[in-house]
């Protein structure tokens, strides 16, 4: 998204007042929209350019040398020769780069990382990001979202107004001269051009502040009084930035604050638990909103038709794709892929990530062109009991419950509970509505029906309460999670509330909060 801005600022002088921006402007989109179409037709043409390129591009780093990238000849040399990494084994070699040590896992020397969720060993992990990856992966994904959105939206305005793009903080890499660690949005906007903080909100001081709750409400007052467009962030953080702003100016609906705003560019959490709350806050018809799929390791996916759930895989970027079949050992390459299955999915990146975990799961809806739906993660699920619930399976159950009491859900988290007193195993989920329920039996009912539709092992241990007990619902007092990710260090940015976890850890901490 970054990219763009600055495209803009140098497209700025040859505007007329009485002339759309955006008419202008859109030009320059125009042979990327064309060049998209290829993904309908060589999507492994495109993948197989890729990872030709990276392993080129590594052959003389320690890791290029160690695996004899040089020696590849395509993607049956690379999958044999080379393995399949977590963060854990990439840990030793990306602290010797932060330490400022070049050619390790990619060329040259990597100056900005990551911070990202932490492993079950470190409290964070540290993803390196390199000029060639922040221009070609990151900002690519950018102006991508946005070639699409006005491709889909030939009436836009997009580019008559400002972009209001929320941003993490960072700090000095081991006090390494110009090596930046901290969130990814925070690398984004520290290494964007300067001309390009013309036409966006807040100021680059605001948006990089660490103490959220001041930062929220700075960039409030910075940003009510522009001609903002578009918007850009997690749905949780600006959602609080939003209503943070509706307090301050007295207004009920935000189109009476920016009467402009047509898009809303999201990702980082799935935004089916607060889409409910944005049409309520947002009513005019003209807004739209444009799912990605962006994370510290990656720019990977973008909705590319406003009326299907299911992205577009980016397919011509740094990153080269792999496939692990969830319960096997079978790893594919993009186009050995099926529909319908549920796959974790694996990245090589010209960032230096070499078969890496990622930790998301994802199923195909679509191989003409590669469109996915993310169904959870890797880690974040619960099979305590052969249930085996995904993320993705919360999402429709409580969307379900949603939508057929009128509740609105702001957090949740869901954890098992093993044998108590009463030999009882079950689920139990906290939850923090933005509009309780009338009857939360009711609410639990309709949750507990939809899980079961929706996965059949879960129907299967559900069977007569035999092996697994009714759900249990507790409500959570207001700003429970905010307050947990608050005492963890990790309000704001880019940092998401677990959703489903296989043991009791975070909810035993979050219960002790809830009092």
């Known amino acids: 998204m970054h990219f763009i801005w600055f495209t803009l600022s140098l497209h700025l002088v040859y505007t007329y007042k009485t002339m759309s921006i955006t008419s202008l402007v859109r030009q320059i ?257 003209k807004m739209h909103y444009m799912e990605t799929y962006n994370a510290s390791e990656g720019f990977f996916g973008l909705q590319d038709d406003p009326t299907d759930k299911a992205m577009l895989l980016m397919l011509d970027y740094g990153v080269f794709y792999e496939f692990q079949e969830m319960g096997t050992d079978t790893i594919v390459p993009l186009w050995a892929v099926e529909k319908d299955k549920n796959y974790a999915m694996l990245i090589s990146t010209s960032c230096g990530l070499w078969r890496y975990m990622i930790g998301d799961t994802i199923r195909f809806t679509s191989t003409n062109p590669y469109k996915f739906v993310i169904t959870g993660r890797t880690k974040s699920f619960i099979n305590a009991f052969g249930e085996e619930l995904i993320v993705d399976n919360a999402e429709q159950g409580l969307a379900y419950a949603c939508q057929q009491t009128g509740a609105e859900v702001l957090e949740y988290t869901a954890a098992p509970v093993f044998m108590d007193a009463n030999a009882k195993c079950r689920h139990q989920w906290l939850i923090e509505f933005s509009k309780a329920p009338a009857d939360l039996q009711q609410f639990g009912d309709l949750l507990d029906k939809k899980l079961q539709e929706v996965n059949s092992d879960y129907e299967a241990k559900r069977y007569k309460d035999i092996t697994l007990q009714h759900l249990e619902i507790i409500p959570a007092k207001a700003g429970l999670f905010n307050n947990w990710l608050k005492l963890r260090g990790k309000l704001g940015g880019q940092h998401k509330v677990p959703r489903l976890s296989n043991t009791r850890e975070h909810m035993e901490q979050l219960l002790k909060l809830n009092v």
């Not at 060049?35 to 197989?48: I, V």
């Not at 807040?202 to 930062?215: M, N, Y």
Request: proline fraction near 5%; aromatic fraction near 10%.
């Open 29 to 285: 989109f125009l042979p990327r929209m064309k060049a998209l179409e290829k993904y309908q037709t060589d999507g492994e043409l495109l993948q197989r350019k890729v990872l030709h390129h990276l392993l080129k591009e590594a052959k003389d780093t320690e890791y290029g040398r160690r695996y004899a990238f040089s020696a590849m000849k395509g993607y049956d040399d690379f999958a044999k020769h080379c393995p399949v990494n977590t963060y854990e084994e990439l840990k030793e070699q990306i602290d010797r780069m932060r330490h400022g040590e070049s050619d390790v896992l990619w060329k040259g020397r990597v100056q900005w990382y990551a911070k990202s969720s932490g492993t079950t060993n470190d409290k964070s992990k540290f993803i390196p990001v390199s000029h060639e990856g922040l221009q070609k992966i990151h900002y690519a994904g950018g102006f991508d979202s946005v070639a699409l959105y006005l491709r889909n939206n030939p009436h836009s305005r997009l580019f008559d107004g400002r972009a209001l793009i929320l941003g993490g903080s960072h700090a000095p890499n081991y006090n390494l001269p110009h090596s930046l660690v901290g969130d990814l949005s925070a690398i984004l906007i520290e290494n964007i051009n300067p001309l390009a903080n013309l036409v966006r909100v807040p100021k680059k001081k605001t948006a990089l502040l660490q103490d959220f709750e001041i930062k929220r409400e700075r960039i409030a007052r910075e940003a009510m009084n522009k001609n903002v467009t578009n918007i850009s962030g997690v749905p949780s953080w600006m959602l609080s930035v939003l209503n943070c702003m509706m307090e301050i100016t007295g207004k009920t609906h935000l189109e009476e604050v920016w009467p402009n705003l047509e898009v809303f560019f999201h990702g980082g959490v799935a935004f089916t638990p607060y889409r409910k709350q944005y049409e309520q806050l947002i009513t005019s018809p």
